[in-house]
């Protein structure tokens, strides 16, 4: 007769989530994740599967957290302000989720830069293309600009927003605002 968890899925998966935020994919270890989570390796292996596939979850687990903030962009009509917005929106996030070691997505991004690991990569290729698309969509609010710049500012905004998300893990608050401002500048 199979045992009955004596876990919830979701609350273990966000604790695996904070886990390899903080520490980030590679330095995060079978031993952290049992301690973190509060059940053994046979039962992650068991709910989960393997680490990867447990990181995986995590991911998910993480755009499910931040989605809010993406469908408040999505629906604004106010081009450019919503960008700076959500800037805003993605820095907060990250402390009310008690955490300030910036984006997940974007530091999955930077760890697996020169990895082969295709699943991964095409979760970050996704994530990057959906946010260019909303910036596009919101930066063609303003009629004066062709496509050309567009596209330039798009690509601008997707390296600022990297930017932040590092700068988020070290920076004080006033360094990030300023930071924030400063780019809405130079639009």
């Known amino acids: 007769m199979a045992r009955k968890k004596e876990y919830k899925e979701e609350e ?12 980030g994919y590679e330095n995060t270890s079978m031993k952290m994740l049992e301690k973190e989570m509060g059940i053994n ?13 447990l990181f995986l979850k ?14 408040k962009l999505k629906e604004a009509s106010n081009g450019v302000d919503d ?5 805003y929106d993605s820095v907060k996030i990250g ?11 974007t530091n999955t991004y930077n760890e697996f830069s020169e990895s082969e690991d295709v699943l991964i990569k095409n979760e970050m290729n996704v994530f990057m293309s ?7 969509e919101k930066l063609k609010a303003d009629s004066s600009k062709n496509e050309e710049t567009v596209l330039k500012q798009a690509n601008f905004l ?5 930017g932040l ?14 930071y924030i401002e400063m780019t809405f500048n130079n639009l």
């Open 95 to 105: 402390s009310q989720l008690g955490n300030k070691k910036g984006c997940l997505l």
């Open 130 to 136: 959906n946010l260019k698309t909303i910036f596009i």
């Open 58 to 71: 995590t991911l998910k687990c993480y755009n499910s957290k931040i989605k809010k903030i993406f469908e």
């Open 83 to 87: 960008i700076k917005e959500f800037f």
């Open 158 to 162: 997707l390296l600022a927003k990297h």
């Open 165 to 178: 998300a590092a700068a988020s893990r070290v920076n004080s608050q006033k360094e990030i605002e300023d």
């Open 12 to 23: 273990v998966l966000e604790k695996a989530m904070y886990l390899f935020w903080q520490n």
């Open 41 to 53: 390796k046979f039962s992650i292996y068991s709910s989960f599967g393997s680490k990867h596939e």
